[in-house]
């Protein structure tokens, strides 16, 4: 099964993509992981996408559908995939339907007051990338599923988050639109735990298999 998780920063399709990762046994794909990976290691698309990331923009659509198409040819996607962070406009969109049978959507649909404070209070395993908020923490500092450490990203900060909910609700929003009309949406309230977010993301998985 091909799957696209779409949602604002911080509606959590992170979360959900670990869980779904698991369970479902299909390679997570985020792009916003390849290009922290890539900035990280200062690698030339790292070093391009980093003037965007740390502004809270997107980078350009044309490096990150070259990335998108390089990833989804290896083996491991041969069976299926999760994509998450991608596509994020229009024309990612586009550029996807011609090399990828998308089976299903899934839109978490947060309430917009609820995303700066997730945003902002989120920790991120800098091992195998789950997330956290410092206020279900208790002040731990290890990732509860490998052990490694948890830090803040750079980008989670006020001003970086309000400037990605505006690219959001301006260029991403539209993709809920666009997907509806295909018929292969499914939305799901985010407004509550993960936990209950992927019973029912896993209910209708488990109906579509
Ligand atoms: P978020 O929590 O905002 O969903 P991600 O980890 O998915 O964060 O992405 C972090 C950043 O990486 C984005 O703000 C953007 O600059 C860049 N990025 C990720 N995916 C894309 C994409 N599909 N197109 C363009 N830029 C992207
Ligand atoms: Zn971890």
């Known amino acids: 099964m091909n799957i696209i998780l779409l949602g604002a920063p911080g509606a959590g399709k992170g979360t959900q993509a670990s869980k779904i990762s698991d369970a479902y046994n299909l390679p997570h794909i985020s792009t916003g992981d390849i290009f922290r990976e890539n900035i990280k290691n200062q690698t030339p698309i790292g070093l391009l996408a980093k003037s965007y990331t740390d502004k809270g923009q997107l980078v350009p659509d044309e490096v990150t559908c070259k990335i998108v198409e390089e990833r989804l040819s290896r083996e491991d996607c041969k069976n299926g995939y999760m994509l998450d962070g991608f596509p994020r406009t229009i024309a990612q969109a586009e550029a996807l ?45 290890k990732c509860a599923r490998c052990g490694g450490e948890l830090y803040q990203r750079k980008d989670d900060n006020p001003e970086t988050v309000q400037s990605r909910l505006d690219v959001y609700k301006a260029q991403t929003a539209p993709l809920i639109d666009y997907y509806t009309k295909k018929g292969i949406i499914f939305n799901v309230v985010g407004n509550t735990t993960p936990e209950d977010v992927f019973q029912k993301v896993a209910e209708k998985l488990d109906a579509m298999k």
């Open 97 to 141: 339907d011609k090399i990828a049978n998308i089976d299903l959507v899934i839109n978490i649909d947060v309430d917009f007051s609820l995303l700066l404070d997730r945003l902002c209070g989120r920790r991120v395993c800098k091992d195998c990338g789950e997330s956290y908020h410092v206020s279900r923490l208790n002040g731990e500092t």
